[in-house]
Nanobody
Framework: QVQLVESGGGLVQAGGSLKLSCAAS????????IGWFRQTPGKEREFVAA????????YASDFVKARFTVSRDNDKNTVFLQMNSLRPEDTAVYYC??????????????WGQGTRVTVSS
């Protein structure tokens, strides 16, 4: 069982940056990929990026990869999502999740409660 808690969300102007953190507790954190998803009202959760157990990373698109960086510190049981050049369309609730290193929500077994990111224009 893995428990996840996100933090770092908030209000930022377009073009600004935020760094989200996902702190994990429980057994098995190092075994899982940690994915970041985001969700807006009325839409399904959208894959953003994931950090594999051994430090690799995947991104939803080249456009995301150009602005966001996912990283993990297994010693601290924490995964980060550095988001730069934020745009209003990045506004969403961001979730981290533990599971398989794939780009869909069904591949992840444990979820945090989410942190809200609002980007003003």
């Amino acid at each position: 069982q893995v428990q996840l808690v996100e933090s770092g969300g908030g209000l930022v102007q377009a073009g600004g940056s935020l760094k989200l953190s996902c702190a994990a507790s429980g057994r098995g954190f190092g075994m899982y990929a940690i994915g970041w998803f985001r969700q807006t009202p009325g839409k399904e959760r959208e894959f953003v990026a994931a950090a594999t157990w051994n430090g690799g990373s995947t991104y939803a698109s080249d456009f995301v990869k150009a602005r966001f960086t996912v990283s993990r510190d297994n010693d601290k049981n924490t995964v980060f999502l550095q988001m730069n050049s934020l745009r209003p369309e990045d506004t969403a609730v961001y979730y981290c999740a533990a599971g398989d290193p794939l780009n869909y929500a069904g591949a992840y077994y444990y979820w945090g409660q989410g942190t809200r990111v609002t980007v003003s224009s």
